[in-house]
């Protein structure tokens, strides 16, 4: 059975800087019916536990470390057995929420396996120095976190991003995927690679 992308919507809070602010946040699947690997555990542990249901979790990949893209990864290890990926470059906003580390340190080029489909990680700083988007080049598929949205890049506002950076992270390593390549972000609406070509100035 090929691989499909399953997404689950769950809300919670961001904090950061010392703001708080409710978000929705997309939490993506990607498997089939036998094993899945789960892209930000975001907020609700047991809505991802529910979606992920008997298969096998085969890794859970953190697109960086904001608590909004982590915050259940607690309540997910206490239930199913799994490795955790996360960039070191984001390790500080890792430790704002757990004493341990992640299992594995997401680098630029690590490649995932599952369910016969190949995912590539991309490393794309810029909304946080360790921000990585995963590329599914057989499902014509790329999970930006929350480095690329539709209208355009994610925030750079805040502590340890860099607008500069992000801007080169999307022109050199997103914007030259195909053209038709479909961009599932970490809040709101899917878009493509040519939707966005456009709004990158």
């Known amino acids: ?9 769950t809300a919670g809070t961001f904090s950061l800087d010392g703001g708080d602010w409710e978000v929705e946040n997309n939490v993506w699947l990607i498997g089939d019916d036998e094993e899945v690997l789960v892209v930000d555990a975001a907020h609700n542990a047991e809505s991802i536990i529910k979606a992920v249901g008997d298969r096998r979790l085969a890794a859970l990949i953190c697109t960086h470390g904001h608590n909004d893209h982590i915050n259940a990864v607690g309540g997910i290890r206490d239930y199913l057995d799994t490795q955790v990926w996360l960039s070191s ?5 890792w430790e ?8 594995h340190d997401l680098v630029d080029g690590t490649t995932f396996e599952v369910a016969g489909t190949t995912i590539r ?19 014509n598929a ?10 355009g890049p994610g925030a750079t506002g805040r502590s340890y991003s860099d607008k500069p950076t992000i801007l080169d992270s999307i022109r050199t390593k997103l914007l030259t995927l195909p053209a038709d390549t479909v961009v599932h972000t970490g809040h709101g609406d899917t878009t493509t690679i040519a939707a966005e070509t456009g709004n990158i100035s």
């Open 1 to 9: 059975m090929a691989a499909r992308i399953e997404r689950v919507i």
């Open 89 to 93: 470059a984001d390790t500080m906003l």
């Open 142 to 151: 790329v999970f930006t976190g929350d480095t690329l949205f539709q209208g």
């Open 121 to 139: 990680a991309i490393h794309t700083p810029g909304h946080s120095p360790g921000s990585t988007s995963l590329y599914a080049e057989d499902l």
């Open 96 to 103: 704002t929420l757990y004493d341990d580390r992640p299992d």
